[in-house]
């Protein structure tokens, strides 16, 4: 009797989605939603404990295996970019059909939106006690770098622009190579793991101008939160109005990091499935094909 | 004459376990004490040295490993839960049967109450030295949150009943993502590896609160272990009796993550053996049943 | 000409052990070496710098990294036991033949001798300048226990000689679990990797009381090569005479530990080549024999 | 129509390098280049914060990082040497054609002061504001360390030279094991991983007398940099003309290292493959040749 099996089940079966694009965006939201809970909550915690349990070894490494953890729960979905820079970069190299940029782009913005609300309501109490109530975004007893980043006393615009492009440019020409199989190659399962160690170092080495944010949904999200949930607009004025060089340097950073690992590296592999050299190449119009810039 | 071998073999023989129920069970035993051990281990070096050899990177990175290793000792026998909340969970989504949990309960709590007191013992004399002899719950010289967790000075109840059912949320959403086969996929044999990293960015993250035990089992014996032990009753009225939300939170909080991750990322696989939609589905009746709540 | 190519290749072929335990012996004595200069060079770099370029994360990952190291030299050629307490087990539990144990337990004491003095060698100028010139067993200007271990002030012998048995106890309980294939399964070539994550939580958990030397070789080679340097004979008679403790608890803990593990979890797998039941087992007397204590 | 896509393709084809030798060049100038920026990229982040956002652990771990990185972007084209003592030794044991050598060596001292420009370019404004704008050599406001290694004061020359021996020696004689397949081996990819746990412990452990640089185009290069960009010729002067050592010593310790392996280790595994038993091996005159030195 497949049919009253089929009404057994078929709770269920609606609420399974057809869609691969409703599925992908569900998916981004998750993970972007994960990386900003376990991965600014690394922040909250050192911050809040005044570096009694964490500091920049917790954070660090904390950041980067929030991200290699939203890379697990949707890796096999939707790719785990968890990042707008990242899948603007995978658009633009072929890797991804611009349709559904928006639709990542959303699902990340609001993800990382939806985490920084639940962070704040995880440490509502440690925020409340920390500064009697006030919630600050400069001096010691400021709380809004939890969820933002903000720049060094010393930094210029212009620097702090360089410094966001440069390492989103490491990021994407590194997470190039990790997923590029005629490279070295990471094993297959363990791209997230490199990945982290990727974030850690690039976090303790090129961290210390402006918090190496390299993901517009992981820096702009939160920090309109903060502005909505009671530090203020300042969160956008702060620091000369740096809220935009987190945004934009990590999409040129994106686009350049990719350019230099395929100019350098990519384009060179002997490859017979390259697909620029014989006709063949036409059954793969996704991969490899630099559709826009070149 | 394989009667003469048979006997001369019999000792050994016989000590040889005939039951899986009971072969999993003493794993269970065996790998909470070792969880125990260790981890709680790197909190008392770290409190009994006053932070002169460990620190909250020794204990995350400790308890973190200390549960790894617990899950390779025990992993291709009972599974490697060593936590009522994860049994819990593998039973209401049809992962394991129910018979079987009392009996995974029943040896986490024990082998957990075991750990502690050969904790104890290993540090008798520190404990002994540390303030002179006195067994101290709340001040600087206290040594009870070696074993049990307690909660910040800022923490409401409310927040801390919050605090762990999110915690386990996001321990359970990503435990599933890495046993998820048809997700990004852990290479087997490493699941215990990145549940580990799961663990350290997890305490790194939300461990402020009160101290991230996420573990019915990994709390409540060893806090009643320092009940008996000499840290008297008080252990279970401190921080306005919190000891029960250690113990009810994380079964809530795997729930709502099993559930999580099955409804945003599982049940949509565009997969054959899923079986919900074919008859042949009822070979397989234990897995992705969610025959209790679904 | 066969010959001549023979002739012109013989120096190369001259140096070819023919001896599988010659080349033991030798790949024993060179992973012992690198364990000591590597790992008690982490333990040399954060007393010779006070704890500014070195503590206690830097010595536990880097003596567990040595170790990692030492295997991955010696591994393929000598099992890497690199610790006679760990060759003893593997004796006693039939994986490996008692003639050799001499052999691997010289090669380990005289290594783990070279390795001190090498490592004497490297940070000669620094000991001469710590204390002026002086070489200390105790106070604020000691460098003994940078090749050997001493108790904490605390400890009594009866909880010191319970702590190295119980240390040495989880090192070979886990051990024993990581190469056992019919259990969860590290993938092949990731064995050191884990047990270099099994020392780090291990000297996180239970090093506060003496230091967890765990190892014979480790232990009583450098402190010998001390009382020689110039530390004196007080590196014995420190701590009570505590020296024997590190020698024979270790011995102790391993059998203990060997023994849990097979009688909790091995004999109970479910294996037809396990070699107890049938007469075939004849034919593999090496493994799971217990040809000793059962 | 061929003809038309190519033209069509012709851009992108005439990127396409023919040429192995220039590819691996270009491949090594970027993996040294990558190494520089993040690895003394997590100096300067340690120093310019005065230790608030990086110390030793940030440090070692960050700079191991930087050469897994280089490597994973690298290895499958040139090997990941980036490293002038690696590339030599590899051409003295048969393992890369002499003739390569000075492209290699030139691509990797070439790439690593272009990485400390780069790096002087994102640090600029920190660097600027550290000393009131001086850049200065010694004392507690010196930067020239971010870039190149500087002996401790206690340290002779002698023992510095020797340092730098021992140190590459010892990371030369676990490459080679590393990569030796007949040996436990490490899964293919992991290799880069393998290597960065090995660069952390030597780094914790034979760091502290001048900072480990194991690699001629790691120091020397950057030091000339710093020459040129205002800290002046005494770069070269500090620590009794010091920098010689660093580009001499790993030279030296590359040789011996890749020596103790293959005497103690390689040449002994039994191997129908090596070479130097059948007359086929004139097939293979790149393997374990060792034709220079044997």
């Known amino acids: 009797m497949p049919s009253e099996k089929g009404q057994r089940k078929s709770f269920k079966q609606r609420l399974v989605l057809k869609s691969n694009l409703v599925k ?5 939201f998750l993970g972007t939603f994960i990386m900003i809970v376990l991965g600014c909550g690394s922040v909250a915690q050192a911050i809040l404990s005044r570096g009694h349990f964490g500091g920049i070894v917790t954070v660090n490494v904390g950041f980067a ?16 970019h968890i990042n707008p820079a990242v899948s603007f970069a995978m658009c633009l190299f072929g890797r991804m059909k611009w349709y559904k940029l928006p639709f990542y782009m959303g699902a990340q913005f609001l993800g990382a939106f939806v985490g920084a609300a639940t962070l704040f309501g995880i440490y509502y109490d440690g925020l409340m ?57 990471v094993p297959k399962g363990l791209e997230p ?15 210390l ?42 999409m040129v950073g994106a686009v350049i990091g990719g350019l230099i690992y395929v100019l350098i590296i990519e384009i060179h592999h ?25």
């Not at 992908?24 to 981004?28: D, G, I, P, V």
């Not at 295996?65 to 785990?80: C, D, F, K």
């Not at 809004?144 to 622009?161: C, D, G, K, R, V």
């Open 24 to 28: 992908e965006t569900l998916s981004e």
């Open 270 to 294: 002997p490859d017979p499935d390259a697909g620029f050299q014989t006709e063949s190449s036409e059954d793969k119009p996704e991969k490899y094909e630099l559709s826009v810039i070149m």
């Open 193 to 207: 793991i490199v990945i982290g160690l990727l974030i850690i170092v690039i976090s303790s080495s090129l961290g």
């Open 129 to 185: 006690s920390f500064a009697d109530g006030k919630l600050l975004i400069v001096g010691e007893n400021a709380t809004a770098h939890i969820f933002a980043t903000y720049p060094a006393p010393y930094l210029s615009l212009a620097n702090a622009f360089a410094d966001q492009v440069m390492a989103t440019t490491f990021l994407l020409m590194i997470v190039f190579a990790i997923f590029d199989s005629r490279n070295l190659g």
């Open 209 to 250: 101008n402006s918090g190496c944010a390299m993901n517009p949904a992981r820096d702009l999200s939160p920090r309109l939160f903060t502005a909505l949930a009671g530090w203020g607009s300042d969160v956008f004025t702060a620091g000369n109005n740096f809220w935009w060089i987190p945004v934009v340097g990590p």
């Open 65 to 80: 295996m929030a991200v290699v953890m939203a890379i697990y729960v949707t890796g096999g979905v939707s790719g785990g």
